[in-house]
Every structure is written in structure tokens, then in C-alpha cells.
């Protein structure tokens, strides 16, 4: 009976402190209470530092800019998405010089003179009509007036992020062997987005390099994507998902975590409810997604969760139930209950929107992703996805695998066989998502 008495305890002790992490969260908020501007409207707060003359990547700035106008301005036919394969080959690059005087086919322009690399032109410029992305708007967005932005690396590949003011666009550098994994797939990839509209992971937009004048003629690759976090919704938290435990809790006081902060597995103390609707099409996509990126050999993607709370308190309370506000929601495209007259415009797709009960839930030690909920319940709005999907287990990752697997449990590392990512990937994803039976 003790024994019994003494575990009680310990459960209740492990979900007081689960409570009050949690409610830490709310208590850095200015009100008790989020106002509806503050549900639909983005942070004030911009990320990142503006390029502006003077800056060391200003030059590197207008190259890409100069580069960009001129591949999505630079006339063609109508293209069907139906491609050749040799829409996909390798050697499908175009170089174009850019003089600071100008040339025939380009402007003249105030910075050094240097090369530009088009990638597989016509596959990205066929990707951006197959995710409806309106050619003046993309020029704008990375073109226009408004500088970029230069995010700080979030991880340990020494890749820079950029931004564009608008958050539609995130423009990260590559290394070599990057690149060329994604010109592997690529047909793969094409593919696969083609075939599942509802996909999450990464959407690319084009592939470039500029190659610097001077001694040492520099070349900076770099992709073009999506930025997942584009949304009406205010991002309140910020999770980083693989699956694994080793490294994966974040190493910052809690005093210095905010909204910007991307926390990691052994960070989450939340289980996710979805829609049956929602759910069911979440596991299939997550099943698609998880098999196609297994096929192409790749590991140590992620899934990025981005939490909006709908309504907070410092006191903990749970918010009033969302079954007013999910028998609002447009179900998943061919997915939904027939005769269903669920409209919902701004979700039309799976990942972007979605509503969700995060319940609070605890663990039974530091350092296992085994959770237990609580019962106790927030309203949120999840906009989620997978990134990071340009890592192939190559040599140094099996290097890593084998010195890490001396030390460690083999089972906690990321690096790890693509088979075995993928199934530890979606058994923990589904494990933390699960359908709201309520």
C-alpha cells in the first residue's frame, strides 16, 4: 500500500511540475488573456538583422537579387508539368555573366562582377506554377525594395538563413554535397509533390549560385523555399522534432526562452489532438512522406511544429473547449464526411491552420520521450511540416553512427539508417498526434 501511496505521489509531483513549465509559457505574456488582435496578427518583433549598404553581405544581397529578376523575368514557353527527364539532368544549368556595366541580356548594377547559376531552370520555374506561385509576387518578395533579412544559423551544418521582409520566402546556403543530393531527388521529389497536394515536407522554389570576382572566386550556393511560419497566426512556440533524445533538449534558461526559441523532443511537454478528419489524413501523409524520403535514402529531417495558443492563462485554467470553433473547420480535400458543410478558407491544406487541443502531458524521466497526459487542455492552431530533407547517409554520417553507438544508446542518436529514421520518425510523430475523441 505504501508502495502504491508513494507512487501516487510522484505522478502528482511529475504533473505540478509539468504545470507550472507550462504555465511559464503564458506568464511571459504581457496580458492574461490574448486579444484578438493578437490571434489573428504576427509578432511585432522582426527576426533577424536587415542588409543594409554597409553590411559584409550586401554585395552577396544584390547578386542574388540581380540573379533572381533576371531567371524568373527571363521570357518562356508555356511549360506543361509534365516533364522530360532531361528537365532533370545534372548537367541542366545555365551560367550568366553579370558585368557591372551590363551586357546585352543583363543590367548594369553597382556591385562586383560575377557569374549566376541557374539549376535545373525549367523544373524550379515548373515547381513554383505547381505551388501556384505568381512569378511578380516571388520577384517582389525577394526583389523588391525591401532588404533581406539575415537570420542567425540555428544548427550545427554552418548554413545562413535569410528572409525575405515579407516572411513568404526563406533563401538558405548550401554546401556542394547538399546540392547535389537534391539534384539526385529531384525528379523524385517533383514527383512526389505532384502526386500529393497535402504533402509536408519542404517546398523549393529554385536552386542558384553566385560565384564571386576576385582571387579567391567564392561560389555561395543556395535554395530558395517556403517559410512554414508565413501565417495570420502569431507563433507562441516553436518545436523541432526527429524522433531521437540524444542532444534533443535545448540548452537555454528558461528566462531566455520566447516565442523565437526552437525547442527540441525532450523540450515537448505537449500531446497534440486533431480532428478525426484531420488526423486521419495527418497519418497517411506522414506515412507518404516518411516512405518517399526513406526511398531516397535521407535522414535527420525534422518536423517543425509551430504552436499558436488561442487563449492563455497565468493561472493555468484550461481555455473553453474548441467545439464550436472545429465544427468550423474545412476537413482535408477528398478527405471529409460526405454532406459535410465545413468551409473554412484559410485551411486548405493539411499543416497550415489546423486546429488542435495541446494537452499537457508529463515524463517519467529527463531524457525518454515516453509521455503521460494529464487531462488538462489548451486551445491551439498548429502550423507544421517537414524540413530539412538534404541530409543522405552518407559516409560521415555512418562515421558518426558507428562512434556515437560506442557511447550512447544506438537508438537515441540521430544518425542513424534511413529505414531506422523513418520508422523511430513516424512512431514517435504519432505517437505525440492523435485524434480527439471528444
Given at each position: 500500500m505504501n508502495k502504491k501511496l508513494s507512487s501516487i505521489i510522484k505522478v502528482k509531483k511529475s504533473q505540478a511540475g509539468a504545470k507550472k513549465r507550462a504555465n511559464s509559457i503564458f506568464s511571459t505574456m504581457?496580458?492574461?488573456?490574448?486579444?484578438?488582435?493578437?490571434?489573428?496578427?504576427?509578432?511585432?518583433?522582426?527576426?533577424?538583422?536587415?542588409i543594409s549598404k554597409g553590411h559584409k553581405n550586401y554585395d552577396l544581397m544584390l547578386n542574388l537579387q540581380l540573379g533572381i529578376r533576371y531567371s524568373v523575368g527571363r521570357a518562356a514557353p508555356a511549360t506543361s508539368l509534365d516533364l522530360r527527364d532531361t528537365a532533370f539532368n545534372p548537367k541542366e544549368k545555365i551560367w550568366t555573366r553579370f558585368p557591372p556595366q551590363g551586357s546585352k541580356h543583363t543590367p548594369p548594377h553597382q556591385s562586383s562582377a560575377f557569374k549566376w547559376k541557374d539549376y535545373c531552370p525549367l523544373v524550379f520555374r515548373t515547381l513554383r506554377k505547381l505551388f501556384k506561385v505568381d512569378p511578380a509576387d516571388y520577384m517582389i518578395s525577394i526583389c523588391g525594395d525591401d532588404a533581406l533579412r539575415l537570420l542567425s544559423s540555428p544548427g550545427k551544418s554552418?548554413?545562413?538563413?535569410?528572409?525575405?521582409?515579407?516572411?513568404?520566402?526563406?533563401?538558405?546556403?548550401?554546401?556542394?554535397?547538399?546540392?547535389?543530393?537534391?539534384?539526385?531527388?529531384?525528379q523524385a521529389y517533383y514527383n512526389h509533390v505532384r502526386a500529393f497536394e497535402n504533402t509536408l515536407v519542404t517546398k523549393f522554389f529554385g536552386l542558384h549560385c553566385v560565384k564571386m570576382s576576385g582571387h579567391a572566386q567564392k561560389k555561395v550556393r543556395f535554395v530558395i523555399m517556403g517559410n512554414l511560419f508565413c501565417s495570420d497566426y502569431a507563433i507562441h512556440r516553436r518545436f523541432d522534432l526527429k524522433g531521437s533524445s540524444?542532444?534533443?533538449?535545448?540548452?537555454?534558461?528558461?528566462?531566455?526562452?520566447?516565442?523565437?526559441?526552437?525547442?527540441?523532443?525532450?523540450?515537448?511537454?505537449?500531446?497534440?489532438?486533431?480532428?478525426?478528419?484531420?488526423f486521419q489524413e495527418f497519418c497517411r501523409q506522414v506515412d507518404r512522406d516518411c516512405n518517399f524520403l526513406e526511398q531516397e535514402r535521407i535522414m535527420d529531417y525534422s518536423l517543425l511544429v509551430g504552436i499558436h495558443f488561442?487563449?492563455?492563462?497565468?493561472?493555468?485554467?484550461?481555455?473553453?473547449?474548441m467545439e464550436a470553433s472545429i465544427s468550423q473547420v474545412q476537413s482535408p480535400s477528398g478527405n471529409g464526411d460526405e454532406g459535410s458543410e465545413?468551409?473554412?478558407?484559410?485551411?486548405?491544406?493539411?499543416?497550415m491552420n489546423m486546429p488542435a487541443r495541446a494537452e499537457?502531458?508529463?515524463?517519467?524521466?529527463?531524457?525518454?520521450?515516453?509521455?503521460?497526459?494529464?487531462?488538462?487542455?489548451?486551445?491551439?492552431?498548429?502550423i507544421l511540416g517537414i524540413i530539412d530533407i538534404l541530409q543522405d547517409y552518407d559516409i560521415s554520417k555512418k562515421l558518426e553512427h558507428a562512434y556515437k553507438s560506442f557511447h550512447y544508446d544506438p537508438n537515441s542518436i540521430s544518425?542513424?539508417?534511413p529505414s531506422q529514421y523513418s520508422r523511430r520518425f513516424r512512431d514517435f510523430i504519432l505517437r505525440i498526434f492523435r485524434q480527439d475523441t471528444t
Amino acid at each position: 500500500m505504501n508502495k502504491k501511496l508513494s507512487s501516487i505521489i510522484k505522478v502528482k509531483k511529475s504533473q505540478a511540475g509539468a504545470k507550472k513549465r507550462a504555465n511559464s509559457i503564458f506568464s511571459t505574456m504581457s496580458v492574461a488573456h490574448v486579444d484578438d488582435d493578437d490571434i489573428i496578427g504576427k509578432p511585432t518583433k522582426m527576426q533577424g538583422e536587415t542588409i543594409s549598404k554597409g553590411h559584409k553581405n550586401y554585395d552577396l544581397m544584390l547578386n542574388l537579387q540581380l540573379g533572381i529578376r533576371y531567371s524568373v523575368g527571363r521570357a518562356a514557353p508555356a511549360t506543361s508539368l509534365d516533364l522530360r527527364d532531361t528537365a532533370f539532368n545534372p548537367k541542366e544549368k545555365i551560367w550568366t555573366r553579370f558585368p557591372p556595366q551590363g551586357s546585352k541580356h543583363t543590367p548594369p548594377h553597382q556591385s562586383s562582377a560575377f557569374k549566376w547559376k541557374d539549376y535545373c531552370p525549367l523544373v524550379f520555374r515548373t515547381l513554383r506554377k505547381l505551388f501556384k506561385v505568381d512569378p511578380a509576387d516571388y520577384m517582389i518578395s525577394i526583389c523588391g525594395d525591401d532588404a533581406l533579412r539575415l537570420l542567425s544559423s540555428p544548427g550545427k551544418s554552418g548554413s545562413f538563413f535569410y528572409s525575405t521582409n515579407d516572411d513568404k520566402y526563406m533563401i538558405k546556403t548550401m554546401k556542394k554535397s547538399e546540392v547535389k543530393v537534391l539534384i539526385r531527388m529531384l525528379q523524385a521529389y517533383y514527383n512526389h509533390v505532384r502526386a500529393f497536394e497535402n504533402t509536408l515536407v519542404t517546398k523549393f522554389f529554385g536552386l542558384h549560385c553566385v560565384k564571386m570576382s576576385g582571387h579567391a572566386q567564392k561560389k555561395v550556393r543556395f535554395v530558395i523555399m517556403g517559410n512554414l511560419f508565413c501565417s495570420d497566426y502569431a507563433i507562441h512556440r516553436r518545436f523541432d522534432l526527429k524522433g531521437s533524445s540524444h542532444g534533443r533538449l535545448t540548452d537555454k534558461p528558461e528566462s531566455e526562452i520566447d516565442s523565437t526559441t526552437t525547442l527540441k523532443d525532450l523540450d515537448l511537454n505537449y500531446i497534440f489532438r486533431l480532428q478525426k478528419s484531420w488526423f486521419q489524413e495527418f497519418c497517411r501523409q506522414v506515412d507518404r512522406d516518411c516512405n518517399f524520403l526513406e526511398q531516397e535514402r535521407i535522414m535527420d529531417y525534422s518536423l517543425l511544429v509551430g504552436i499558436h495558443f488561442t487563449q492563455m492563462s497565468r493561472t493555468g485554467e484550461p481555455p473553453p473547449t474548441m467545439e464550436a470553433s472545429i465544427s468550423q473547420v474545412q476537413s482535408p480535400s477528398g478527405n471529409g464526411d460526405e454532406g459535410s458543410e465545413e468551409t473554412a478558407p484559410e485551411l486548405s491544406r493539411l499543416g497550415m491552420n489546423m486546429p488542435a487541443r495541446a494537452e499537457l502531458a508529463t515524463r517519467r524521466t529527463d531524457s525518454e520521450l515516453v509521455m503521460e497526459p494529464t487531462g488538462e487542455y489548451y486551445d491551439v492552431i498548429l502550423i507544421l511540416g517537414i524540413i530539412d530533407i538534404l541530409q543522405d547517409y552518407d559516409i560521415s554520417k555512418k562515421l558518426e553512427h558507428a562512434y556515437k553507438s560506442f557511447h550512447y544508446d544506438p537508438n537515441s542518436i540521430s544518425a542513424v539508417d534511413p529505414s531506422q529514421y523513418s520508422r523511430r520518425f513516424r512512431d514517435f510523430i504519432l505517437r505525440i498526434f492523435r485524434q480527439d475523441t471528444t
